[in-house]
């Protein structure tokens, strides 16, 4: 599993389905869980990058 991910600071979501992808707007999320036993197994270099992808995404409202 790749924690490199912006899905969660996106205000649109895509949706894959048998008859095809879908886009809709949405709310940015306002909390994420995570469970802890992925992130430990997770290689470091992965965490690193999602953790200062999350950190460079963080706007001020």
Known sequence: MNLDRDGICSPVSIL???IGRSSYT???A????VELDV???SPSRFVATAATQ???SVRSP
């Open 16 to 18: 894959d389905t048998d």
């Open 26 to 28: 949405v709310s940015i």
């Open 30 to 33: 306002i909390i994420v869980i």
């Open 39 to 41: 992130i430990r197994q």
């Open 54 to 56: 999350c950190l460079t």
